[in-house]
């Protein structure tokens, strides 16, 4: 049992938690002290093993993210203007990290949107693989992003906290996607909207 820093056993208290980690760490030429365990809450349930269905997190975070854009009609180049996000992650426990997971997931996404796309020639081969031909975001492709972190503490998550990650991605694509129909009219149904689609998409309904 660790508390106030203290380590106890069955047969009463150990010693001071960063002596004793200390000592161990030496006594093993160095290497680092790894403790393992899980925690299931009680909320989690699999329903059927085979689909997984059933309610498989403790908690969901939310998240609302809309994009301001220009749309060259002459050339179909879509260029951000500004981003906004909003996301319930519960308490959140490093406000800094936290951004900085919104900022990269929305930074990577904005390449799953505009420019990234694996092309293949008919054997199967991968013809545009290096950075010249298949382009990614760089800092001045990603506008600045406004994020305001909202915090419901959840009852189930530690210390009240929800998941990040993986979540900052999912509703980029479709905020640009439907700030780009707010702006032209047109919607795009094909990632990534490349100039040359949306200039085709433009043609074809203006």
Request: aromatic residues 6%; charged residues 20%.
């Amino acid at each position: 049992v660790i508390k106030d820093g203290k380590i106890s056993g069955p047969a009463g208290e150990v010693g001071e938690f960063n002596e004793l980690a200390t000592q161990a760490c030496y006594q093993r030429g160095g290497s680092v002290i790894v403790g393992k365990g899980n925690f299931v809450p009680h909320n989690v349930r699999i329903a059927d093993k085979n689909t997984t269905y059933g309610n498989i997190s403790p908690s969901y975070c939310f998240e609302c993210q809309v994009a301001e854009v220009e749309v060259d009609l002459e050339t179909g180049a879509v260029s951000l203007v500004n981003f906004y996000a909003s996301h319930d992650l519960g308490k959140v426990i490093n406000p800094n990290c936290a951004e900085g997971v919104l900022e990269g997931g929305i930074g990577n996404s904005v390449g799953f949107a505009l420019t990234e796309e694996s092309k293949w020639d008919q054997e199967g081969r991968m013809i545009n693989a290096d950075f010249k031909d298949y382009r990614l975001p760089t800092a001045l492709d990603v506008p600045k992003i406004k994020i305001d972190l909202i915090e419901p503490v959840d009852p189930i998550g530690p210390f009240g906290a929800k998941s990040i990650a993986e979540a900052a991605t999912v509703p980029t694509a479709a905020a640009i996607a439907n700030a780009i129909y707010n702006a032209t009219g047109v919607r795009p149904t094909q990632l990534p909207i490349t100039p040359e689609r949306m200039l085709k998409i433009i043609e074809k309904n203006c």
